[in-house]
């Protein structure tokens, strides 16, 4: 088991430091913006300034998440993030394009690699542990989760792993010439950590989480993630029907048709009308989830069921299906 | 000499992204490096290209870099001393 | 539990496949040369591999498809490394690769379209994401399922075959395809020129004068098998990978901390994992890019476990250029070959030692005795350190 000791979001929804936001949560409006907070408060100037949203995000919401907690020092920082530092790619980017003579300044090359939001985080915290950046486009952030599993199973007890995408206007034309119009597309950034001992009399825990890249079918998925859940959880059985509501997103409309089949009865909500378009909007879902399970008045979506487990349907990429289980932990 | 050295505080706030320093925060004689603006060897280059960019002045060795950008004084000093 | 390689494949600028590769190694001969086959406005030296994007299509008999320099590259050494496995629902297998560039190479095209007004191509757009790149490799292969991408610039192959081994480890797979791939762009060329790290000249590794790197692309799989995979597929193993290690330096954005720290971290902490001592460390591929920074910040972690042991080192990059992300995957092979054939490769360029810390690198190629342990090492930018140990059965 894998307990949640803290979860941190920037969105373009009030998420940060705002437990319970899924009470009052609505709909994304089309000129909807980045909620962000005042950065001074979480990052010197001297770092801050050369620091990109993707980088002012990450960083943010890691240094909120263990002021949530006692921990100083992560045993290892895990990130997942899809397109990366877009802003300073396209910043170097039209430099080598428009410099012909001349010197070309360096600021924006050393910022755009993908593992400079890791990299700074160990920086900012001083930590020289285990260190990774996963990049499978959608699947990142629970690949990222994987990971941190797998440190935690290794012998590690605290691990610090989120994801992030950053929106720049380019993105727009592109998904509109690809053929995607009226996408609403965002920025956004969550982190957790996730620990094997339950120091927080934390509430929630993620039970599994999986990828299935060039999928064959969903519910082959879902059969096999169900079956692989059940020994690590100790439990007898797992199966739909110990779901008490499931979060998806696909951009497929006989994808929405298939889970409307698959989980025929069920509470089916799309979560990209709230976190909005970007690659590693599954982090969302995934503090969306806890923030639901631990809210206890449970009044998300108009929904009154008491809420006790929670799975997360990843569908942004059709040939990729990431899933991620969350319970509510016995008392 | 004071204009030069006014347009520098200008230039490297801008070409370092110095959003909360104002030209008067800058002393004439202060170690640029090491001292209270935390600047690094990535803002050394910066300054690099800020010299090739404003003035046409080319430091092709990263390392004399260190004694140029000592100070506002010794950048204006490069700036204005004949070169070989 | 024992983790075997039993897959190899490279392709770079001393060769397109793992024969091609060793015998360069062995002939001392560089790849670093101009740039002949691809447009670049820059006339720099680097280390490209010796085919044009057709002929590489041509080669892999592909479709026309949206394929980037960075995928075709990845599809050669993955096939090549894969060869005769098949798929089978009894052994869990998945695809790791690594890629900082991912589609950068066809991006940059499309980008320089959008800013000078003209008509775009969306396809050059549409493979930029690193993922994408091991989508392409897994979907020539037929694998699905578990598809990873990793980017933490220069360690991220080095972290893929970590990663496939602590999966297989921890029982979540029994064989990886893992490895990386980077090819040459304008963006990372222009990078590192404005970070004034490159060397117009052939680069020099853990030589005092050393000016920078010379970039170059090129990509290599391995694959990793366990006990109970290896029964069912029959292949026969090249060594086992014993130790690994991954560790921040948290010092600097860019440069590596002039202690050695986070480099000594991951060297010290491998050996730790494989159960060894220093004093049984046969040869060190070292990551030495030729550049002030990294091979002053690695010689001193070398002499910070080593003490007056130091064993027979040598950075390939002198042939090779440094492949970015693939350089942990190129360089494990070039290890195991160093392990399977006794035998040393030599560190190019060299003439005098780092004044500070006086290392000698292996200059000559040499037949040796036994290469029982290589500890190959590959550190990032960012400070991103790792450190394998591929060790012989």
């Known amino acids: 088991m894998y307990f949640i000791q803290a979860a941190s979001t920037i969105s373009h929804q009030p998420t940060f430091k705002n437990k319970s936001f899924s009470e009052n949560i609505s709909t994304l409006n089309t000129a909807s913006e980045l909620l962000s907070p005042d950065y001074k408060k979480y990052i010197t100037p001297v770092m801050l300034r050369r620091m990109s949203k993707i980088l002012r995000m990450s960083v943010a919401c890691s240094v909120d998440c263990l002021e949530q907690t006692d921990i100083k020092s992560p045993d290892a920082i895990v990130v997942g993030t899809g397109l990366g530092c877009l802003d300073d790619t396209e910043k170097f980017l039209n430099n080598i394009i428009s410099i012909k003579e001349g010197l070309i300044p360096p600021t924006s090359f050393i910022q755009s690699t993908h593992n400079t939001i890791a990299g700074q985080i160990s920086l900012i915290l001083q930590n020289h542990n285990y260190n990774m950046t996963h990049t499978q486009n959608t699947l990142s952030f629970e690949h990222a989760l994987q990971d941190a599993f797998l440190c935690l199973d290794e012998g590690g007890e605290n691990v610090l792993v989120g994801a992030a995408d950053e929106h720049i206007e380019i993105l727009d034309d592109i998904a509109e010439e690809i053929g995607y119009k009226n996408m609403q597309l965002t920025s956004g950034a969550s982190f957790f950590i996730v620990s094997t001992k339950n120091n927080k009399n934390s509430k929630i825990c993620v039970l599994n989480a999986a990828s299935y890249g060039l999928f064959n079918s969903f519910s082959e998925s879902l059969e096999d993630f169900f079956s692989a859940s059940i020994p690590l959880l100790g439990k007898s059985k797992i199966d739909l029907g110990t779901i008490d509501l499931i979060l998806f997103s696909t951009l497929q409309e006989k994808t929405k048709n298939e889970i409307a089949d698959l989980f025929k009865g069920k509470s089916i909500v799309d979560y990209e009308k709230y976190s909005g378009t970007y690659f590693t909007n599954s982090a969302f879902a995934l503090h969306l989830a806890i923030d639901i399970l631990e809210s206890g008045k449970n009044n998300f979506n108009g929904m009154t069921i008491d809420m006790k487990r929670i799975l997360i349907c990843n569908n942004l990429n059709s040939q990729n299906m990431g899933l991620i289980l969350v319970e509510k932990v016995e008392a | 000499m004071t204009s030069l050295k006014e347009d520098l505080k200008k230039q490297i706030i801008e070409q370092l992204n110095l959003e909360d320093v104002q030209v008067s925060d800058i002393q004439d004689d202060a170690p640029l490096f090491g001292g209270g603006l935390g600047l690094d060897s990535i803002d050394a280059l910066e300054l690099i290209v800020l010299l090739e960019k404003h003035y046409g002045i080319k430091i092709t060795n990263p390392e004399k870099g260190k004694d140029v950008f000592y100070s506002i004084n010794s950048m204006a000093e490069y700036i204005t001393s004949p070169k070989g | ?393």
């Open chain 3, 1 to 393: 539990m024992k983790i075997y390689i039993t897959g190899l494949g490279v392709i770079s600028a001393i060769g397109t496949n793992v024969e091609e590769n060793y015998q360069s190694l062995q002939e001392e001969k560089t790849g670093i040369e101009k740039i002949k086959f691809l447009s670049f406005d820059s006339v720099v030296l680097a280390g490209e591999v010796k085919l044009s994007n057709d002929a590489l299509i041509e080669k892999m008999s592909l479709k026309n498809g949206f394929y980037s320099r960075t995928s075709l590259l990845g599809i050669v050494a993955a096939k090549e490394s894969w060869g005769k496995n098949s798929l089978n629902q009894s052994i869990r297998t998945g695809i790791i690769s690594a890629t900082s560039v991912g589609g950068m190479d066809k991006s940059e095209k499309y980008y320089r379209q959008v800013l000078q007004k003209e008509t775009t191509d969306i396809s050059f757009i549409l493979t930029h994401d690193s993922g994408n790149t091991t989508e392409k490799i897994a979907k020539e292969l037929g694998i699905n399922g578990y598809i990873n991408t990793l980017s933490t610039a220069c360690s991220s192959s080095a972290n893929a075959i970590m990663l496939a081994a602590r999966l297989i480890e921890q029982n979540k797979l029994d064989r990886v395809l893992v490895g990386g791939a980077d090819a040459l762009t304008q963006f990372t060329i222009k990078g590192f020129h404005s970070l004034m790290i490159y060397d117009n000249e052939w680069c020099r590794p853990f030589d005092e004068n050393r000016k920078g790197l010379n970039v170059g692309e090129g990509a290599a799989f391995l694959v990793l098998e366990n006990e109970k995979s290896i029964e069912k597929t029959g292949n026969k193993p090249y060594c086992i990978i014993s130790g690994w290690h991954n560790a921040a330096d948290a010092f600097h954005q860019t440069a590596s901390s002039p202690d050695g720290k986070g480099a000594t971290l991951a060297m010290q902490d491998a050996m730790k994992k494989a159960k060894i001592n220093p004093n049984e460390i046969s040869y060190i591929n070292a990551h030495g890019t030729g550049t002030k920074n990294n091979d002053l910040s690695e010689s001193v972690a070398i002499k910070n476990i080593f003490k007056q042991n130091i064993p027979p080192f040598s950075s390939t990059k002198s042939f090779t250029g440094h492949t970015l992300a693939a350089a942990g995957a190129i360089e494990a092979v070039f290890s195991i070959l160093a392990m399977n054939n006794n035998i040393l490769f030599p560190n190019l360029n060299f003439s005098q030692s780092i004044s500070e810390t006086e290392l000698l690198p292996q200059t000559k190629l040499q037949q040796v005795e036994n290469v029982k342990n290589v500890l190959s090492n590959s550190f990032g930018f960012g400070g991103n350190n790792t450190s394998l140990i591929f060790s012989k059965i």
